[in-house]
């Protein structure tokens, strides 16, 4: 079959992503992390690698692994790497925490953990990378959906190359002066390439495609499209030249960062038109819930990056434009991550159970494992919680922003709740829910062998 | 079998092509243009090009394995050869109103 099939191990990376979106949240509301730490102290840098690595890359990466082969129309080269990789990601994101709280002096942790933890992210987002790239190159020529991704891994493996040199320094096990440079200056260059490069291009490569499949929108790439390509590797070519620069000469300027950050705005304007575009020219009249939250999430990433390059208002923001950086990854990329699980967990489910029985008897349809009206109030209270806590950062009121977060991480639990009665297909009417045949699916466990 | 007959198994076929649905869309696959052509030969051998909205949908696969079971029962039809083409691409100006 010329494309894709399911893929075995996607469910589990999303509950295990799930689980660390909620271990994230949950901590921020104890009170460990910024604000209520330096952003660059033990605490936060653990807070931040539970988010960036456990929550939004487990959660692309699995949806990589089901997407990729669609984008292309190509069967995923390597696919059997899935479950290590997995492996790895989570262990390797475990050990790196320890390492964080070694650095705090967080109980007796080796301070093996932070160097060993980096080597398994490497080794685990190396060959996820791998997996990936190959599809795509044995696929080439690319559609514009599947160069945004390519452009990803390439962010990917310089966000995780950058970071294992910050481990490597960190933990004391290399003391070269270009390492201790690139870890005094880096820093921004390495958030940059992971939230910028790595998970905003891939997102939004993935929705140049999904949106229209969903909306029934023109598929054909526009100029405006392409721009926001070319847009997007001239930010990030300037990012990595600059960390190049760095290693010739360590005082090297802010002018590249500021420029690129220039040139993300331009990137994300023209996105937002296109988004919108898709959505006028849309010939589902209908709009579930998958989309509507999709809307929602662009909302805060052109504020987010529209303000950020207002020096006013990221000066306004806190340390290092904190407030939007949070409205950046909790607005736009985890507000659109979780939009988008809405719709693929019923999706998936709804291939593994009702799939091999289609044409014989009769089945639901996929907006039947889902119940939108209860979920739209999560959503809502999601992103009005998402709102307030950035408010309260502005406001530098931690306990604003602490209540905030409480109502963010009830929301967050409510909607994880709906996947998991998607997965048990808790709203599809009982005749239709187990025809004969179908089989069931497990939570987050993989699928049958024969239908990989 | 005479031309009389082939047409009315292919009407058969179109009509039994009903019960499948696209289960992104919720509605069948026939209304919604994916059956692009129906034909059956003397032999009772029914030949069936279809595609999907989306190329390299997951579902894909298992639409045209639904629609192989549909047609084998249909009365009249010996064998069913389902191809899945994407030539012409599907567009939303093919469902019906």
């Not at chain 1, 398994?120 to 997996?131: C, D, K, P, R």
């Not at chain 1, 889902?370 to 998402?386: D, I, K, M, P, T």
């Amino acid at each position: 079959m010329p494309g894709a099939t399911l893929s075995r191990w996607t469910m589990s990376y999303f509950a295990a992503a799930c689980l660390f979106l909620v271990i994230g949240q949950g901590i921020m509301v104890a009170g460990y992390g910024y604000p209520f730490a330096d952003v660059d102290a033990p605490e936060t840098l653990a807070l931040v690698h539970v988010l960036a690595i456990g929550w939004l890359g487990l959660l692309m990466v699995g949806a990589l692994l089901q997407f990729v082969p669609v984008l292309v129309a190509a069967p995923l080269r390597g696919g059997r790497l899935a479950l290590p990789v997995l492996l790895l990601l989570v262990s390797g994101l475990l050990l790196l925490v320890g390492g964080f709280g070694t650095m705090a002096d967080l109980g007796e942790l080796s301070p093996a953990m932070l160097p060993l933890g980096a080597l398994l992210l490497v080794t685990g987002f190396g060959l996820a990378a791998a997996m990936l790239a190959a599809t795509l190159v044995a696929a080439r020529p690319l559609p514009l959906p599947a160069r945004f991704v390519g452009l990803g891994l390439l962010a990917l493996v310089a966000t995780v190359l950058i970071g294992a040199v910050f481990a490597l320094v960190l933990s004391g096990t290399v003391a070269s002066d270009f390492a201790t440079t690139l870890l005094i200056h880096g820093v921004p260059s390495h958030a940059a390439l992971g939230l910028g490069g790595w998970l905003t291009l891939t997102a939004v490569g993935v929705s140049y495609r999904l949106l229209p499949m969903f909306m029934l929108a023109p598929e054909e790439a526009r100029g405006t499209s392409r721009l926001v390509w070319w847009a997007g590797s001239a930010a990030l070519a300037l990012v990595v030249g600059r960390i190049t620069w760095l290693v010739l000469d360590d005082s090297a300027a802010q002018g590249p960062l500021a420029f690129a950050a220039l040139l993300a705005g331009i990137a994300t304007l023209l996105y937002c038109a296109d988004v919108i575009r898709l959505f006028r020219e849309r010939r589902r009249k209908a709009v579930e819930l998958n989309i509507r939250a999709s809307y929602a999430a662009f909302v805060a990433l052109f504020l987010s990056v529209v303000l950020f390059i207002v020096p006013g208002a990221r000066a306004a923001a806190g340390e290092g434009g904190a407030a939007l950086v949070y409205l950046f990854v909790f607005g736009w990329l985890t507000g659109l991550g979780l939009a988008q699980l809405y719709k693929i967990v019923p999706f998936l489910t709804w291939l593994e159970c009702y799939g091999s029985v289609l044409g014989r008897v009769a089945v639901p349809r996929v907006q039947d494992l889902v119940r939108e009206r209860r979920s739209s109030l999560w959503f809502c209270l999601y992103y009005g919680a998402v709102a307030a806590a950035t408010g309260a950062l502005f406001a530098e009121s931690a306990l604003w922003f602490r209540a905030a977060l409480l109502l963010q991480l009830i929301a967050t639990v409510g909607l994880i709740a709906e996947l998991v009665r998607a997965r048990m297909l808790s709203s599809v009417a009982e005749p239709l829910r187990f025809p004969i045949g179908a089989p069931r699916p497990h939570l987050f466990l993989p699928i049958a062998r024969q239908q990989e | 079998m005479t031309e009389a007959t082939n047409e009315t198994v292919c009407g058969a076929i179109r009509d039994a092509l009903r019960m499948i649905i696209d289960p992104e869309l919720g509605r069948n696959i026939v209304d919604l243009g994916l059956i692009y052509d129906v034909s059956v030969d003397d032999g009772g051998i029914a030949h069936v090009t279809m595609t999907t909205t989306t190329r390299g949908c997951p579902a894909s696969e298992y639409l045209k394995e639904a629609v192989r079971n549909c047609v084998w029962y249909v009365p009249g039809v010996e064998y069913a050869e389902v191809r899945l083409t994407y030539e012409p691409a599907w567009t939303p100006e093919m469902m019906a109103n």
